[in-house]
């Protein structure tokens, strides 16, 4: 790294529990989201979606809509603007007649309200000529293939030694499968863009919920054949993302096509059951997992072959296997991804893709390996900690995963654990406990940052990051303080604006590393430069810039990944098939916090979420309908708080010098990773039953206690 990013300028800002910047803006309703920009003439869209699961259009009847008082236009396929052909072809809306899912949009009605629109939305008539379809996915489906790459671009095989040979000589062998369902983002905002075209500047602002503005400006630009510097992206507030708004999604592009064809701004507002069709969701995976082991636990053979979906609009492979290439010593390793094409809607990024559903499988399939050998599950996992990283063979930058796994069991008096299942009742109650490991990838990506130096003696760092509720703003104005060496509250922060100097989207845990280098290395020189200055500011003040491109974006040649270890205790009831979650620990390891306050908050967000990964939310694709039956927050269930116990979060101190200027790693997701396989490690150590399928509802446990 260059000596100005590595510069030693520690002050308190860094690492106290500062309160979010932009709490009060939203506890008071102050804060507004995208829908919420009531500029003048605005007007409303609603969009129109397909109700067949494969075909064409072969007719649109718009008459009745356009006769309701208020509605404005009807865009179809027949009259919408032309855009040029998306890369991401999620995004191709009202060009073609073709249907590739239920749920695409084939219309959307412009009107002076909401409710107008929406009236016209359902006023309007599409005859489709409907085809055969497949939405299934099954083990042995004929069209399965394996792809290059999975998402993240990762290989999607990757194999060392003779696993299949190691496996059959293995004196100790599990041969396991689980599935995961399709899982959805629901965030708290649903999905929604506010248009609004200046025809004699030809310049598109858009005020959309994004994790990246300065992707949606170039997606945007793109679509629409415009200079990128006539296009402006505000997403100042983004309520929630989990992967969902981490690229630009249909709503953003309806927006700005209504906008150009009325010449009004335009609104549109995605309602919730429409979400799944349309934004991504994590796909379902199917895990068949082998692990041979000596008799004293030393793992021979790691096998992880992960079957899933995509539809047929664009490729995407959820990285399921990729943990398995990642965690445990074992000179013998096949991971292999193979995927269906279907005609469903299309995966996304979803909450840790890959990991999440990896993992829970891994670590379950850990969890039988340790009852086979009679080994402690905690001990089997230090058993078999790797000195580098199995596939690469590379050194790891820092690894303290069986720090993780001591201080969790010391913190969860583990020693009490008893180590039969089904030991332990407190009348129709049974009581378990688990453990499982997490881990997840540190990722950087280039961006630029500017620092202002004013003549009042404050501070302002402008960078267009998305603060998605993770209380970015905040973080770095801490990080920006301690490269100043000034007070926080000396320093401002403007965000969430592509205007400002461009940024990478929020994603794979690394928007503070990558935004938080680029602000650091911004300030450090404005700090050298204060310090060679003498007499007055100017008016003006003073500025510095920062790209940290060719630096951020270098490989060090080391394994880059934080850690994690999480325990659990369950109580299951006999009688209603109900689990409990009386108690869920997580320890980190994942460099230096820089935020007590919001990492913990992360932390703890991302268990609750793996605690609704294991035990109330799934979705079905229902075979003859071709859709999601869960499409609301009325049936797809995410944990309320009765579901949630009082979650502990803690880290050890990490001290990684391979990692950015403020020796971070991403905290965002890791602690959905392992909590999933952590409750069902504790439900099969209550009631001696291995379920094999997420989630675990009462009715699939009531089948599993009696025998079903």
Request: glycine share 10%; with cysteine.
């Amino acid at each position: 790294m260059p000596q100005e990013d590595t510069m030693a300028r520690t002050g308190p800002a860094l690492g106290a529990p500062a309160e979010r910047r932009e709490g009060r803006e939203k506890v008071s309703g102050q804060a507004r989201y995208a829908a919420e920009f009531p500029l003048p003439g605005r007007v409303h869209a609603w969009p129109v979606p397909a109700t067949v699961v494969r075909g064409r259009i072969t007719a649109i009847d718009t008459d009745a809509a356009r006769e309701i008082p208020g509605v404005l236009d009807v865009l179809t396929h027949e009259n919408a603007p032309r855009i040029t052909e998306p890369e991401d072809a999620t995004l191709a809306v009202l060009q073609d007649p073709r249907v590739p899912h239920r749920g695409w949009f084939v219309a959307l009605v412009v009107a002076d309200t909401l409710e107008t629109a929406r009236a016209g939305a359902r006023a309007v008539r599409v005859t489709y000529d409907a085809e055969e379809y497949d939405v299934t996915l099954r083990p042995e489906h004929p069209d399965a293939y394996e792809p290059q790459e999975a998402n993240g671009g990762y290989p999607g095989r990757s194999e060392h030694g003779h696993p299949d040979g190691a496996f059959a000589a293995a004196p100790v062998r599990v041969d396991t499968e689980y599935r995961v369902p399709p899982l959805h983002n629901h965030p708290m905002e649903p999905h929604a863009s506010t248009a609004h075209w200046d025809r004699a500047r030809d310049k598109l602002t858009v005020h959309t919920s994004s994790q990246g503005g300065t992707t949606v400006r170039s997606v945007l630009a793109g679509l629409f054949d415009m200079p990128e510097d006539h296009v402006t992206v505000v997403a100042e507030h983004v309520g929630g993302g989990f992967g969902s708004k981490g690229t630009p999604r249909p709503d953003v592009v309806l927006a700005a096509m209504a906008a150009r064809h009325t010449g009004r701004p335009v609104t549109v507002n995605l309602p919730r059951k429409y979400l799944a069709a349309v934004v991504g969701h994590r796909a379902p995976t199917l895990h068949r997992l082998r692990l041979g082991a000596t008799a004293d636990g030393r793992l021979t053979t790691v096998m992880h072959e992960v079957t899933t979906c995509t539809s047929h609009v664009r490729e995407f492979v959820e990285q399921a296997a990729v943990p398995a290439r990642v965690m445990y010593a074992a000179p013998h390793l096949l991971t292999v991804h193979r995927v269906v094409p279907l005609d469903v809607p299309s995966p996304s990024w979803m909450r840790a893709p890959g990991e999440a559903p990896g993992m829970y499988a891994l670590e379950s399939a850990m969890d039988e390996l340790a009852d086979a050998l009679g080994e402690d599950p905690v001990e089997l996992r230090i058993l078999n900690e790797p000195d580098s990283e199995p596939e690469s063979g590379k050194p790891f930058s820092s690894r303290h995963l069986v720090e993780c796994l001591r201080e969790g069991a010391r913190r969860f008096d583990w020693a009490h654990h008893a180590p039969r299942p089904h030991a332990r009742s407190e009348g129709a109650l049974l009581i378990g406990t688990g453990v499982a490991s997490a881990t997840y990838p540190v990722l950087v990506f280039p961006s630029t940052a500017a620092a202002h130096a004013l003549p009042d003696g404050t501070f302002l760092v402008r960078v267009n990051a998305a603060d998605i509720g993770t209380g970015a703003r905040t973080v770095l104005a801490q990080v920006a303080a301690d490269a100043l060496g000034v007070p926080l509250e000396r320093v401002r922060t403007e965000v969430g604006n592509s205007d400002l100097p461009s940024a990478s989207l929020a994603g794979g845990s690394s928007g503070t590393a990558s935004w938080g280098w680029a602000v650091h290395a911004a300030c450090a020189r404005l700090a050298d430069r204060l310090a060679a200055h003498t007499g007055p500011l100017p008016d003006s003040g003073l500025v510095e810039r920062a790209d940290t491109t060719g630096r951020a974006d270098v490989d060090e040649g080391y394994a880059r990944h934080a850690f994690g270890a999480h325990f659990a205790e369950v109580a299951v009831d006999t009688v209603t098939g109900e689990v409990r979650v009386r108690r869920l620990l997580g320890v980190y390891a994942a460099g230096r916090i820089l935020n007590a306050r919001t990492a913990r908050s992360q932390f703890v967000g991302g268990m609750t979420m793996g605690l609704g990964m294991a035990l109330t939310e799934g979705s079905t694709m229902d075979a003859a309908f071709g859709d999601f039956t869960e499409s609301d927050l009325a049936s797809y269930h995410v944990p309320a708080h009765a579901d949630v116990p009082d979650i502990e979060a803690h880290w050890i101190e990490e001290d990684d010098p391979h990692l950015n200027p403020m020796g971070s790693k991403g905290i965002g997701e890791i602690g959905i990773v392992g909590t999933a396989a952590a409750i069902g490690n504790a439900v099969h150590h209550a009631t001696g039953i291995r379920f094999r399928e997420l989630p675990l509802t009462p009715d699939r446990v009531l089948t599993g206690l009696s025998g079903g």
